[in-house]
């Protein structure tokens, strides 16, 4: 099939995703952006999306147009990959989402056949406010919070998902579009809404789904504390650190022992008390220096990620720290019977690759099942 005359668009978010290794949920906003630089929160979203172009450029190279956001917005990672490339607008020391929009409009007049973004829902939005139904989008999966349904599941997959889109013609449909409350997120509070949908590329192995909400019936609520008192009465160890993830079966446990979680933070759980509340990686990691520690996750919903997705203050190097060994999957029987697999993205090819494979799920008091990991 000849590729004469496709063309991508790429739009990177340079900003996206720096508020997770250091627990700010998010950097909507000058003043959140700030405080996450100071914390030392480094940029992700140029990484993730050389990532991507570099598979892109194994897969089709020199058979497609590459249109480019200037300056930060995509073309220096371009460059770095050595994409041939035509850059759109003006380079800026600090972009907004009003660069994002402008340069949006701009690839869609240049009648691209797809428009590619990298960043995280805040950036989902930007897009959909100019673009909506009028050209085929797909999201490089690299903010602190992608609860819509516009993203490849990694940024190798997204690459794979546009060489089929151009090569094979992938079917597109509509995807959510997920507004969350950044401030509300940050106040231990989510609030999540439908913004609007666009069309994406579909292929359902590669693209996320949308988070589902959890349940509040009594028999999930029954299971979810089978699950913590199992737990807590045949797992859990003297002078451990459990790193608790984010989610409503994790903090069953800490309501079990009488403690108060966070809901979407991180927290140290040792000796059936919690020792620090909404920790970022630099804490954890000074927290586990020498010390046992396991890590306690359960996936997200509709989506199955227990890494990459809310919770990056569990970063590789954390990972690391702690050892593959001594991670706990925890989820209840109708979380997991919505989901194929478990999913990782946590940004170091070499932990993901890791982490694939088989991993044990708790969903009841003294019951387990076997999930792959992709």
């Known amino acids: 099939m000849s590729m004469r005359g496709k063309s991508i668009g790429l739009i990177v978010n340079p900003i996206a995703g720096m508020g997770g290794s250091v627990s700010l949920k998010g950097t909507d906003g000058e003043e959140i952006l700030e405080k996450a630089l100071s914390l030392g929160a480094k940029p ?3 990484r993730r999306a050389e990532i991507f172009l570099l598979h892109l450029k194994n897969l089709i190279n020199e058979e497609i147009n590459l249109l480019v956001g200037a300056g930060w917005m995509g073309e220096f990672e371009a460059m770095r990959v050595g994409f041939e490339h035509t850059v759109i607008g003006q380079r800026k020391e600090r972009t907004t989402a009003d660069d994002t929009k402008e340069i949006a409009v701009k690839m869609l007049e240049s009648n691209v056949s797809l428009l590619v973004f990298c960043g995280g829902d805040g950036t989902a939005k930007d897009i959909f406010d100019v673009i909506g139904l009028r050209l085929p989008v797909l ?18 997959s997204a690459a794979r998902v546009i060489s089929r889109f151009l090569f094979e013609g992938l079917p597109l449909r509509e995807a959510e579009v997920m507004d969350v409350d950044e401030e509300a997120f940050r106040e231990n509070s989510l609030s999540a809404k439908l913004y609007g949908y666009m069309l994406i590329p579909y292929e359902p192995d590669l693209i996320q789904g949308a988070k589902e909400a959890s349940l509040f019936t009594e028999d999930e609520l029954h299971n979810q504390a089978a699950v913590a008192l199992y737990f807590i009465e045949k797992v859990m160890e003297p002078d451990t650190i459990y790193i608790l993830g984010p989610g409503t079966t994790t903090r069953a446990i800490a309501a079990l022992l009488d403690e108060e979680k966070t809901l979407l933070g991180v927290d140290l759980l040792l000796n059936g ?8 990686e630099a804490e954890i990691l000074e927290a586990i220096r020498s010390k046992k520690a396991k890590i306690v996750v359960t996936p997200i919903g509709g989506q199955g990620f227990i890494f990459g997705r809310g919770n990056q203050q569990i970063s590789p190097e954390v990972i690391r720290k702690v050892g593959l060994e001594n991670i706990i999957v925890i989820a209840t029987k109708h979380k ?5 697999c478990l999913r990782v993205d946590t940004g170091d090819q070499e932990i993901d690759r890791m982490l694939r494979g088989f991993m044990r799920v ?8 076997l999930m792959p990991v992709k």
Do not use: Q, R
Request: charged share 20%; with cysteine.
């Open 139 to 156: 999201g490089v999966p690299s903010g602190v919070k992608m609860y819509s349904a516009v993203f490849a599941t990694t940024p190798e």
């Open 336 to 340: 997991v019977s919505g989901l194929s």
């Open 44 to 46: 992700v979203a140029p």
């Open 362 to 369: 708790i969903i009841d008091y003294d019951e387990e099942c």
């Open 273 to 280: 008390k919690i020792i620090k509340y909404d920790v970022n």
